[in-house]
Nanobody, 123 residues
Framework: VQLQASGGGLVQAGGSLRLSCAAS????????MGWFRQAPGKEREFVSS????????TYADSVRGRFTISRDIAKNTVYLQMNSLKAEDTAVYYC?????????????????WGQGTQVTVSS
């Protein structure tokens, strides 16, 4: 099972990026997926999660209203649309998959992890 995250890059504050997480090796159509991030010198933190059907989502307070998580079941891919980016959003972003269908904000609940994609926001 592999989760391949992509879409990171360098963007100015106020800009947008869309991250993608493509899964291979198994289907995640019945599983919750999530995004986490880790900034230099800080612990990994929850960003957003989405339930198996895509109809339920959760966001960290720091990104709510700016980020949108979605999924394409047919493509076995999860997205994170990030708007109004701030310097404090700079981090390596990781996608993750659960075995369960219900979303979670806890990293320990996820068993599948991607390699991470760097997002750098310049102020």
């Amino acid at each position: 099972v592999q989760l391949q995250a992509s879409g990171g890059g360098l963007v100015q504050a106020g800009g947008s990026l869309r991250l993608s997480c493509a899964a291979s090796g198994r289907t995640f159509s019945n599983n919750a997926m999530g995004w986490f991030r880790q900034a230099p010198g800080k612990e990994r933190e929850f960003v957003s999660s989405i339930g198996w059907g895509g109809g339920t989502t959760t966001y960290a307070d720091s990104v709510r209203g700016r980020f949108t998580i979605s999924r394409d079941i047919a493509k076995n891919t999860v997205y994170l649309q990030m708007n109004s980016l701030k310097a404090e959003d700079t981090a390596v972003y990781y996608c993750a998959g659960r075995r369960a269908a219900v979303r979670s904000s806890q990293a320990r609940d996820y068993v599948y992890w991607g390699q991470g994609t760097q997002v750098t926001v310049s102020s």
